[in-house]
């Protein structure tokens, strides 16, 4: 008989008999959650490498359709979570989410 099959028969054994099941041998990972009081080490976006257009332009519509969805937060909760989707993204697709941060500061483009 096949090792799972086996612990199939186990486990319907233990199950007719009223015994608990066996505890499981692997433990899933335990998930940090933020502190509240946590905050992004820099709302700064940093932009490196030559801008690409196209992708400047994707970086401004997603920001714009997350700001769309944060409509009714305050402006700072949206530009700090606007900084934090920043990072890991190309430069050209963090200098089109930065547009939108500084129209959202009434920066305008820089």
Do not use: C
Request: aromatic share 4%; hydrophobic share 40%; net charge positive.
């Amino acid at each position: 008989m096949g090792s799972l099959a086996e612990m199939a028969l186990e486990h319907a054994r233990r199950r007719i008999s009223g015994k608990p099941a066996k505890d499981p041998t692997s433990k899933a990972p335990k998930i940090s959650t933020p502190s509240p009081e946590a905050k992004p080490r820099s709302l700064e976006v940093v932009v490196t490498g030559p801008i690409n257009h196209f992708m400047f332009l994707e970086g401004r519509n997603w920001a714009v359709d997350m700001v769309a969805s944060l409509r009714a937060a305050p402006a700072d909760v949206v530009i700090e979570r606007l900084a934090g989707a920043t990072s890991g993204r190309p430069g050209s697709y963090a200098a089109g989410i930065q547009s939108v941060i500084n129209d959202l500061r009434g920066t305008g483009s820089a």
